[in-house]
């Protein structure tokens, strides 16, 4: 499940915030939709955490994250991309596997991002058989 939402927030329209993309379209929560776990994603992470990853934008004269499931995403992806890496053990400590950590703070969101790309071509980063599409559940 981890690794399906580190391919999504992988995807270039993500990865670049580009919008007006299909795929950030898609994912767009629709206002007659209920509040989901994740609306206001930033203020779940662990503020240390935040800031650390979001610095690493700031250096760059990148925005920071902004609550949207395109950015949550992304936060993903460049989380599992990096936090293994020397200089982000102290980021390890104190949130410890980030799947469990997520999974806790966003139960709603893998099932979300599955229900609105099942039937599009980024189904590609979901199981495709039903053993596997149980697990997701």
Same mark, same amino acid.
């Given at each position: ?46 503020? &240390? =955490?935040?800031? @650390?990853?979001? /610095?690493?934008?700031?250096? +760059?004269?990148? %925005? ?47 099932? &979300? =991002?599955?229900? @609105?790309?099942? /039937?599009?071509?980024?189904? +590609?980063?979901? %199981? ?10």
């Amino acid at each position: 499940r981890y690794r399906t939402l580190r391919d999504v927030g992988n995807e270039s329209d993500i990865k670049k915030g580009a919008v007006n993309s299909e795929i950030v379209q898609l994912l767009q929560p629709e206002k007659s939709e209920c509040s989901r776990s994740f609306a206001r994603w930033t203020y779940e992470i662990d503020k &240390y =955490v935040m800031h @650390k990853m979001n /610095n690493f934008y700031i250096t +760059k004269k990148r %925005p920071a994250y902004k609550n949207t499931l395109s950015d949550l995403l992304k936060f993903i992806r460049n989380l599992g991309e990096h936090i293994n890496e020397d200089k982000n053990k102290d980021m390890k400590s104190r949130i410890g596997e980030p799947f469990q950590y997520l999974q806790k703070r966003f139960p709603d969101l893998v099932m &979300y =991002v599955y229900k @609105k790309l099942q /039937n599009t071509e980024y189904r +590609k980063h979901f %199981p495709q058989n039903s053993q596997s599409e149980k697990a997701l559940a």
